[in-house]
C-alpha cells in the first residue's frame, strides 16, 4: 500500500475529530478575522467622530494680508509648501479665498485647511494635531507668507489630539478580548489535538512496532495537520469576510487586515497539532509507558496551577497599576502587552484550577450518590476515571462563561461611566452657555415641553499652582432640583444639604413684587477741599472744610490749565447704582439719577440742574427704572432685594474733593401704581471694601451715610455700600476631593478658592465629595449662587452675572429634543448646548466593545465545538462499554440518561466556575479598562463595575443552549447504541 493511501486511509478513520478541529481552526479564524476588522471599522468611526460636529469637518485657517499682486502667486505656493511640510503625508484639502477688509484697502487671504476625513488614518491623527499646534510660528517665520503678521483659528489640533488619544486608548485596550480569544482558539485547538492524539494512542504504538520511526509519524502528523488547517483557515476566512462584506467594512485597509489574521491563525493551529502530533510519536518510539494511574498528571496539573496563577498574578498587577494596557510615557503612551494579556491568563490559571479539582470534586459526587438508587453514581465514577477527556470541555466551558461575564462587564461599566461623565461634565441634562451676554431668565427653559426645572448658574474658572479649578455658582434650594451627579441623584441631595440655610440677604431691605421704578431720597454736599482751613481746623478725616467758588476762581485766575479744569469739574456728575438681587442671588445694576455738581451755586449757563448737589447741603430725590425680577419657575411674580449701593466721584486732576452723602429713604413704585416705603434707614449698612478715602457714617441718624474723597490725580472707583453682613461671612463650599487635597483642607476648614474674574473667594468647607456636578477639571467647588455673588461685590467692582442656565428634563423625557428647545428658546444669543447624553466626541470605547463581544460569541462557539470534539470521541470510543452495560440489565434509556448526565453535570460546573471567575476578574479589571477607554471628559467619575445583559444574552445563550443540545444527542446516541443488538467487531 503506498503512503498516501496509508495516509488517506489513517485519516479516514479519525475523519470525525478531524472535521471538528477543522471546523475549529475555521472558528478562529472567522473570528479573529472578524473581531480584526471590526475593530477596525470602529476606530475609523472613532476617526470619524473625533473630526467632526454634525458631519462638519474640523478646520484650521491661516489669515495674512494679501501680498502685491506680483508676488501673490509666490506667496500662495510657499504657504501651501509650508502647509505640505507641516501636514503630509495627512490626506487634506487647502482652500483659498480673498477677504476684503472694510477699514483698509489692503484685503486680507486666508486659507483654510480641512482633513479628508473619509480616508483619514489613525497614524494621520498625531500628524494633524502636531502640524496644527507648529502652523502659527511656521507661518510667522515665512516672510513670503505673513504679510504684517498672521493668525491662524480653528480647532482642527485640538480635535485630532483628543481623537488621537481616543484611538490609542482604542486600540490598546482591544488587545485584551484579541487575546482572550487567542487563548480560547489555542486552549480549543490544543485541546481537541490532544484528544485526538489520546484515541490514536494503540494505533501509534501499533505503528512503532512494525517498524515506523518518530520522524515518519510526525511527517504524517503534518501532512494531514496542513490539510486540515488549510481547510479550516479557508473556510474561517470566507466566513469572515462575507461577515465584513454583510457590515460594509470589507474594504481598503480591512481587506489586508484579514489575511494576516487568517494566516496567524493557521499557522498558530498548525504548530499545535504537529507538535502533539510529534510528541507523541517520540514518545512511542522511545518505549516510554504511558501514566496509566494518573499520578504525574495530577503533579503536572498543580504544577501547571502554580506556573499559571503567578503568571495571572503578575500581569494582573500590571494591569492594575495603571488601569489598562496602555502605559503614560514622557512621549504620551505605549501598549504594554503583559498588561493586556492578565485577563486571558486570569481565565487560564481558573480553567486549569477547575480542571486540578475535578478529580477530587468527581470522586466526592461518587462518594455522596454510591448509596443512592438510580445511575447517578454510575455517571460520577465515569467521571472520575476519565479526567484526560473531561478536562477538555471544562477548560473550553471556562473560558466561555469568563469571556460573556467580561464581555458583559466591560459594556455595562463602559455604558454607565460615560453617561456619569457626560451627566457630570453638563451639570444637568441640559447645559446652556451664552457666549456673549445671558442665556435669558431660568422660568424660560423651565417653562419648554420635557423640563422638570431650571436655574441660572455662574462658572468661575481659575488655575492653583499651575492646576485648573472650577469654582460653580448654583442656588441652593435649585441643586437638587436641576443638578446631575455621576449617576443622577447620587451626591447631589448630600451637596443639596450641605449648602442649605439661610442666605447672606436675610436681614436685607426687600422691594414688592412688581416694583418698577424707585425715588431714593438723599441729603448731601460736594465740594472741594479748603486744605489751609481743613488743615487748621483739624477736619480732615472728616472731609475737611469746603471752599468757596469765589476762592477757588482766585486761585486758578493766573493758571489757565487749572481754571479749565475746574470748570470741567463744574460741568461734572455724580453717578449712583443701586445693587439688587433676585430670588436665585443672582444681582444687576440699576443706574439712579446722576446728581449735578453745582459748585458755583448757579445753575446758569445754559444748563438746567435738575438734582444738584455743591457745598451746601440739600436734599433731593433720585428716580431709577427697575427691571421686572425674574419669576419663579412656578410662574409666581419675582421680588428684589437690596444688596449695596455704588457712588463714583467725577474725576479732579487737580483738586481733593469731598462728598457728604446720606440716604434717607427709599420709595418702590409697582406697575399697579402703588407706592411702598422701603426701609434702608434701619438697615445696618458698611462699606464693601476698607477704603481710607472713605468716612462711613459721617451723618448721624441715618442707617446709610458716608464722606468718601477724590485726591488730586487719583481716577476714582465706586466706593461701595452694602448691608452689614451680606457677603462678609466665608462662603459655604462643597470641594472635590482633589481640590480639597490640593488646598490641604477637610470638611469644617476654611479656605481661599481663587476666582478666575479676580480675587479670592473665603470658603468654609462644608462637604468633600468625589466629584463636583457640572465641574469643568478635577479639582472643583460648588457654593451658593447668592453667596458667591455677594461676595463679588466686595472683591470687584464689576460682577459677572449667571452666563449659565441648568435644566433637568422630566423623568422619561428626551434630553436631545429638550436641548433642541433650549437652542430655540435663547433666540439671537449665542450659546453652546451640552446634554447629558455625552453623544458628540469620540468613542473610544467602540472598538473594544465589538471586540469583547466577538471574542465572546467565538469563544462560546469554540467550547461547543471543542465539547462536540469530545462528545463524538467519546460516543465512538465508549461503544463497548454500551454492550457490557446492557448484558448486566441496564435499559438504553437509563444509559443515554447517564451518558448525558456526565456532560451536563461537568459543563454546568464548568460554567459556574467561569462565571465566578468572569465575575472577579470584572471587578478587578473592568473599571480601569473603561476608564482608560473614556476619553473627551475632563472629570472621570470613579467607575463601578456593571453588567450589561443584552452584551452576554447572545453568548451566554448559545454557549448554555449549545451545551444542552449536545448533552441531549449524547444521550440520544448512546440510547440508540444500547437498543442496536446487533453483532459487530466494535461492539464485542
Known amino acids: 500500500m503506498s503512503r498516501a493511501r496509508l495516509l488517506a486511509r489513517r485519516s479516514g478513520a479519525r475523519r470525525g475529530l478531524l472535521v471538528l478541529v477543522a471546523l475549529l481552526v475555521a472558528t478562529v479564524a472567522a473570528a479573529l478575522g472578524t473581531a480584526v476588522g471590526a475593530v477596525?471599522?470602529?476606530?475609523?468611526d472613532v476617526v470619524h467622530d473625533g473630526l467632526t460636529r454634525g458631519d462638519v469637518?474640523?478646520?484650521?485657517?491661516?489669515?495674512?494680508?494679501?501680498?502685491?499682486?506680483?508676488?501673490?502667486?509666490?506667496?500662495?505656493?510657499?504657504?501651501?509648501?509650508?502647509?505640505?511640510?507641516?501636514?503630509?503625508?495627512?490626506?487634506?484639502?487647502?482652500?483659498?479665498?480673498?477677504?476684503?477688509?472694510?477699514?483698509?484697502?489692503?484685503?486680507?487671504?486666508?486659507w483654510t485647511l480641512t482633513p479628508d476625513v473619509a480616508a483619514i488614518g489613525t497614524a494621520d491623527l498625531a500628524v494633524l494635531a502636531a502640524g496644527s499646534d507648529a502652523l502659527l510660528e511656521t507661518v510667522l517665520a515665512d516672510d513670503a507668507v505673513a504679510v504684517r503678521g498672521a493668525t491662524v483659528t480653528g480647532d482642527l489640533g485640538e480635535r485630532a489630539a483628543d481623537a488621537a488619544a481616543?484611538?490609542?486608548?482604542?486600540?490598546?485596550?482591544?488587545?485584551?478580548?484579541?487575546?482572550?480569544?487567542?487563548?480560547?482558539?489555542?486552549?480549543?485547538?490544543?485541546?481537541?489535538?490532544r484528544l485526538l492524539a489520546a484515541t490514536r494512542a494503540g494505533e501509534v504504538h501499533l505503528l512503532v512496532s512494525r517498524g515506523a520511526s518518530a520522524g515518519q509519524l510526525t511527517a504524517?502528523?503534518?501532512?494531514?495537520?496542513?490539510?486540515?488547517?488549510?481547510?479550516g483557515a479557508a473556510l474561517g476566512a470566507g466566513a469572515a469576510a462575507a461577515v465584513l462584506a454583510a457590515q460594509g467594512t470589507l474594504a481598503g485597509s480591512f481587506a489586508g487586515t484579514l489575511a494576516p489574521s487568517v494566516v496567524a491563525t493557521a499557522a498558530g493551529a498548525l504548530l499545535l497539532l504537529v507538535a502533539v502530533g510529534g510528541l507523541q510519536a517520540r514518545a512511542a518510539a522511545a518505549l516510554r509507558d504511558t501514566d496509566r494511574s494518573g499520578r504525574a498528571r495530577r503533579a503536572a496539573t498543580w504544577g501547571t496551577v502554580v506556573l499559571v496563577a503567578v503568571a495571572a498574578g503578575v500581569t494582573t498587577w500590571l494591569l492594575r497599576r495603571y488601569g489598562s494596557p496602555l502605559v503614560p510615557t514622557p512621549d504620551g503612551g505605549q501598549t504594554d502587552p503583559a498588561a493586556a494579556a492578565a485577563p486571558a491568563l486570569v481565565l487560564a490559571a481558573a480553567a486549569v484550577v477547575a480542571v486540578a479539582l475535578l478529580g477530587p470534586l468527581s470522586r466526592a459526587w461518587a462518594a455522596l450518590t454510591a448509596r443512592r438508587p438510580g445511575t447517578r453514581v454510575l455517571a460520577a465514577r465515569q467521571v472520575a476515571r476519565r479526567l484526560a477527556v473531561t478536562a477538555v470541555p471544562v477548560v473550553l466551558v471556562v473560558v466561555a462563561a469568563g469571556s460573556a461575564v467580561l464581555a458583559s462587564a466591560y459594556t455595562g461599566t463602559g455604558q454607565h461611566l460615560r453617561a456619569a461623565a457626560a451627566g457630570v461634565a453638563a451639570g444637568s441634562d441640559v447645559r446652556v452657555v451664552a457666549t456673549e451676554g445671558a442665556p435669558g431668565p431660568a422660568a424660560m427653559y423651565a417653562a419648554l415641553p420635557g423640563a422638570a426645572d431650571a436655574a441660572p448658574v455662574r462658572v468661575s474658572e481659575a488655575v492653583v499652582d499651575g492646576i485648573p479649578l472650577t469654582t460653580t455658582g448654583v442656588p441652593p434650594d435649585r441643586v437638587a432640583a436641576v443638578a446631575r451627579g455621576p449617576h443622577g441623584q447620587q451626591g447631589v441631595d448630600e451637596i443639596a444639604a450641605a449648602l442649605d440655610g439661610p442666605g447672606?440677604?436675610?436681614?436685607?431691605?426687600?422691594?414688592?413684587?412688581?416694583?418698577?421704578?424707585?425715588?431714593?431720597?438723599?441729603?448731601?454736599?460736594?465740594?472741594?477741599?479748603?486744605e489751609a482751613a481743613t488743615a487748621e481746623a483739624a477736619t480732615g478725616a472728616a472731609g475737611g472744610e469746603p471752599a468757596t467758588w469765589a476762592s477757588l476762581e482766585e486761585a486758578t485766575a493766573s493758571a489757565p490749565s487749572e481754571r479749565g479744569q475746574l470748570l470741567v469739574l463744574e460741568d461734572s456728575t455724580i453717578t449712583l447704582r443701586l445693587w439688587l438681587a433676585d430670588a436665585d442671588g443672582q444681582v444687576v445694576g440699576v443706574d439712579v439719577e446722576e446728581l449735578d455738581v453745582d459748585l458755583d451755586g448757579d445753575p446758569g449757563g445754559g444748563r438746567v440742574d435738575t438734582r444738584p448737589i455743591g457745598p451746601d447741603e440739600s436734599t433731593v430725590e433720585l428716580r431709577a427704572d427697575v427691571p421686572a425680577a425674574p419669576p419663579g419657575t412656578d410662574g409666581a411674580p419675582g421680588a428684589w432685594t437690596v444688596v449695596a449701593l455704588d457712588t463714583r466721584l467725577p474725576s479732579s486732576p487737580s483738586a481733593?474733593?469731598?462728598?457728604?452723602?446720606?440716604?434717607?429713604?427709599?420709595?418702590?413704585?409697582?406697575?399697579?401704581?402703588?407706592?411702598?416705603?422701603?426701609?434702608?434707614?434701619?438697615?445696618?449698612?458698611?462699606?464693601?471694601?476698607?477704603?481710607?478715602?472713605?468716612?462711613?457714617?459721617?451723618?448721624?441718624?441715618?442707617?446709610?451715610?458716608?464722606?468718601?474723597?477724590?485726591?488730586?490725580?487719583?481716577?476714582?472707583s465706586p466706593f461701595r455700600a452694602m448691608v452689614a453682613g451680606s457677603g462678609r461671612q466665608p462662603a459655604r463650599a462643597v470641594l472635590s476631593q482633589d481640590l480639597a487635597r490640593l488646598l490641604d483642607v477637610t470638611t469644617g476648614g476654611t479656605t481661599e478658592v481663587p476666582l478666575g474674574e479676580g480675587g479670592r473667594l473665603p470658603v468654609q468647607v462644608v462637604d468633600v465629595v468625589d466629584v463636583v456636578p457640572g465641574s469643568l477639571h478635577q479639582g472643583a467647588a460648588m457654593v451658593r449662587l447668592d453667596e458667591l455673588q455677594a461676595a463679588?461685590?466686595?472683591?470687584?467692582?464689576?460682577?459677572?452675572?449667571?452666563?449659565?442656565?441648568?435644566?433637568?428634563?422630566?423623568?422619561?423625557?428626551?434630553?436631545?429634543?429638550?436641548?433642541?428647545?433650549a437652542q430655540d428658546a435663547a433666540g439671537t444669543v449665542p450659546v453652546q448646548i451640552t446634554t447629558s447624553t455625552g453623544s458628540e466626541g469620540a468613542d473610544a470605547a467602540g472598538p473594544v466593545r465589538q471586540a469583547f463581544g466577538v471574542a465572546a460569541l467565538a469563544a462560546a462557539a469554540l467550547a461547543l465545538v471543542g465539547v462536540g470534539a469530545v462528545s463524538v470521541a467519546g460516543v465512538r470510543e465508549r461503544r463497548g462499554e454500551v454492550a457490557v452495560l446492557r448484558a448486566v440489565g441496564l435499559p438504553p434509556r437509563a444509559q443515554g440518561a447517564s451518558r448525558a448526565t456526565e456532560l451536563a453535570v461537568v459543563t454546568a460546573a464548568a460554567l459556574v466556575a467561569g462565571l465566578l471567575a468572569g465575575w472577579a476578574l470584572a471587578a478587578a479589571t473592568v473599571p480601569g479598562l473603561a476608564a482608560a477607554t473614556l476619553t473627551g471628559f475632563a472629570v472621570v467619575p470613579t467607575p463601578d463595575t456593571a453588567y450589561s445583559p443584552a452584551a452576554a444574552l447572545v453568548p451566554g445563550g448559545v454557549l448554555v443552549a449549545g451545551l444542552a443540545a449536545v448533552a441531549l444527542v449524547v444521550g440520544a446516541a448512546v440510547a440508540a447504541q444500547a437498543r442496536d443488538g446487533g453483532y459487530r467487531e466494535e461492539v464485542r
Do not use: C, K
Open 166 to 193: 481616543a484611538a490609542a486608548a482604542a486600540s490598546a485596550v482591544a488587545l485584551v478580548p484579541m487575546l482572550v480569544l487567542a487563548l480560547a482558539g489555542a486552549v480549543a485547538v490544543a485541546q481537541v489535538a
Open 40 to 44: 477596525r471599522a470602529a476606530e475609523a
Open 792 to 821: 463679588s461685590l466686595h472683591l470687584a467692582t464689576v460682577v459677572p452675572g449667571a452666563a449659565e442656565t441648568w435644566v433637568r428634563a422630566a423623568p422619561g423625557g428626551d434630553v436631545d429634543r429638550l436641548a433642541a428647545a
Open 656 to 716: 481733593l474733593t469731598t462728598l457728604r452723602l446720606s440716604v434717607d429713604g427709599l420709595d418702590a413704585t409697582t406697575e399697579e401704581g402703588a407706592t411702598a416705603e422701603i426701609d434702608v434707614a434701619g438697615a445696618d449698612w458698611a462699606p464693601a471694601r476698607d477704603d481710607p478715602n472713605v468716612a462711613f457714617g459721617a451723618r448721624p441718624g441715618t442707617g446709610l451715610s458716608f464722606a468718601a474723597q477724590a485726591d488730586h490725580e487719583a481716577m476714582p
Open 57 to 110: 469637518p474640523a478646520e484650521v485657517q491661516v489669515t495674512t494680508r494679501l501680498a502685491p499682486q506680483a508676488d501673490a502667486a509666490a506667496q500662495d505656493a510657499a504657504l501651501r509648501s509650508d502647509v505640505d511640510a507641516l501636514f503630509a503625508p495627512a490626506p487634506y484639502d487647502l482652500v483659498r479665498e480673498e477677504v476684503p477688509d472694510d477699514d483698509s484697502d489692503d484685503p486680507f487671504v486666508r
Open 504 to 530: 447672606p440677604y436675610a436681614d436685607n431691605p426687600r422691594l414688592p413684587a412688581g416694583t418698577t421704578g424707585l425715588v431714593l431720597r438723599a441729603t448731601g454736599q460736594y465740594y472741594v477741599v479748603d
Open 220 to 231: 504524517a502528523a503534518a501532512s494531514e495537520a496542513v490539510l486540515v488547517v488549510v481547510v
